[in-house]
């Protein structure tokens, strides 16, 4: 038997590995206690001239982008010195952006417990647990980092990221401008910058933070660098416009959806015109997306182009076009100043005119009632005062660096927590291959297989799990289908690991009323 299933998101770390959490605890007890370890330790031999020379070599290399030879020179000072902390950390935080996470947490764990008053090991430690999603653990490292030394610019980094994944943008940039102060010259840093500028809209900051990466960054990654150069465009362009997202017509509104494919689509207007559109609700999405040939029949033309982005389906790429729209009628609710991207859909059996993102709609407090077929936008000054569910459970979600909502999931027979995006505009549930690979969830592979339609294309005979159990907060659904994806391509820019996609298959049971200011969603089941 063969499904069809639609994934929307355009971008996105492995999945919460069992033995790098299973260390969380001792890294925890370190941090606690690092601030007050006695000054009694060995004092170390000075490094010898080979060595150093050695370190200082790899430094250059990775500066220029060539981490497979500074990879090679750091194991062998390691081998030569097993002694020698700095390069060991060094190896790490290199390891740590190829993703190599297990290896890098043993290397920068091991020099934290050795030598406790070193500053930039928590701050490693902490960049690694950050990225594999342990949150809590990783904010414990950076602020022991900073207590040791104030002046521990990854550590400054790596709290102002934390902001910025939990919507706490203002903080988040006051710290990531400070790290940026005490290293200038950090293109990871200036990178990171950049992006919580435009989520500030602060968009010629951010403009000129990312010119700034390109300068400082190595030359070896040309397609990225394709990509910053067409973002850079469209952000001078967008701040030019001065605001975006603008807000008029009625306070709130209702419309209905139709569901297809478990995806919730809802007709809307474009730059005033009478004829309604076709687009699906897609919280996996940050930024609205518009077909090349809807664009192209309301004359919408692109704004500048951008290389090429990495998506689920086809070559896993496709052309990066940005468009922008004056406005977009939902109901009686009118949103101007609206940027998009414009693209190829691949779907030809539906009709399909676009895909609404989450800053579209982040202005409201936004409910998709599956029950009743409903949308709901309601101003948020209207619901400030007010619950997002009454006294109802909310569950805390997490922006990711690319703008996907993400929560903690359970899925039985796997101890920790997963990180799952959670998308109202894929049909049905995701889980990485590699979390599909493991003998917990290896062993709910079904025969039957799957062709998935993703944003780059299409994917044939996709491996087909059906889950016993899938749990968020407090809900549960039983039986859950999900297919294995590689989710290499979305996880380069989540910023923190995502183990998988909570779709339609699963969402479709509740109501959702999504807090964007609060970062938050409430879940109420649907009486059957």
């Known amino acids: 038997m063969r499904y069809k299933v639609f994934l929307t998101g355009v971008f996105q770390f492995p999945f919460h590995i069992k033995r790098l959490v299973s260390l969380i605890w001792i890294c925890s ?20 001239d080979d060595t150093r020379q050695l370190i200082k070599q790899a430094e250059k290399l990775t500066r220029k982008g060539k981490m497979a030879e500074a990879e090679k020179i750091l194991r062998r000072v390691i081998k030569i010195a097993p002694q020698e902390s700095k390069a060991k950390l060094i190896l ?49 490292s950076f602020v022991n980092a900073l207590q040791l030394d104030k002046k521990e610019a990854l550590a400054w980094a790596g709290l102002g990221t934390l902001d910025f994944y939990e919507n706490r943008i203002s903080s988040g940039l006051d710290k990531l401008q400070t790290a940026v102060y005490f290293e200038p010259n950090d293109p990871d840093f200036m990178f990171t910058l950049a992006q919580v500028s435009a989520r500030a809209e602060k968009y010629n ?11 400082i960054s190595p030359q070896t990654d040309a397609e990225r660098r394709d990509r910053i150069k067409g973002l850079i465009n469209f952000l001078r362009y967008l701040d030019v416009k001065q605001s975006l997202y603008n807000l008029s017509g009625e306070n709130q ?25 076709n687009f699906v609700l897609d919280t996996g999405s940050g930024i609205s997306v518009i077909s090349r040939e809807t664009a192209k029949n309301l004359k919408i033309k692109p704004i500048t182009k951008g290389g090429l982005a990495n998506a689920i389906g086809g070559a896993g790429k496709f052309e990066i076009v940005y468009g922008f729209l004056k406005s ?75 703008g996907f909502l993400s929560g903690e999931v359970q899925l039985e027979g796997i101890e920790s927590p997963l990180n799952f995006i ?41 491996s087909l799990s059906l889950l016993p159990r899938v749990t968020f907060g407090t809900h549960s659904r039983e039986s859950i289908t999900a297919i294995a994806l590689d989710l290499d391509v979305i996880n380069e820019t989540s910023g923190f690991t995502q183990a998988g996609i909570l779709g339609g298959n699963f969402l479709k049971n509740y109501r959702l009323t999504f807090d964007f200011a609060n970062s938050k969603v409430v879940f109420v089941p649907i009486v059957q």
């Open 253 to 277: 509104t209702v419309v209905s959806f139709v569901l297809s494919n478990n995806r919730p689509i809802i007709q809307v207007k474009i730059n005033n015109k009478d004829e309604p559109l």
């Open 205 to 215: 900051a951010a403009a000129a933070a990312y010119e700034k990466f390109l300068q």
């Open 422 to 462: 959670i998308d109202t505009g894929a049909s049905v549930s995701v889980i990485s291959d590699e979390l599909a690979n493991t003998k917990e969830i290896n062993r709910f592979i079904r025969d039957e297989k799957m062709r998935v339609i993703g944003a780059a294309g299409v994917i044939e005979n996709v």
């Open 92 to 140: 790490a935080y290199l390891l740590l952006k190829q993703r190599q996470l297990i290896e890098a947490f043993n290397f920068a764990f091991e020099v934290a417990k050795a030598e406790p008053k070193n500053s930039f090991a928590f701050a490693v430690l902490g960049a690694i647990l950050l990225s594999a999603g342990s949150f809590n653990e990783a904010k414990l």
């Open 29 to 48: 007890l370190v941090v606690s206690l690092a601030v007050f370890a006695s000054a009694d330790e060995n004092v170390r031999q000075s490094e010898s």
């Open 328 to 402: 977009v009628n939902i109901g009686e609710v009118k949103i101007t100043n609206v940027p998009v991207y414009i693209r190829e859909f691949h779907s030809k059996n539906e009709k399909i005119d676009g895909y609404i993102g989450l800053a579209l709609i982040s202005k409201f407090l936004t409910t998709i009632d599956y029950g009743n077929s409903t949308f709901a936008l309601k101003k948020k000054d209207l619901a400030d005062g007010q619950k997002a569910g009454g006294e109802l459970l909310s569950l805390p979600l997490r922006l990711t660096s690319s």
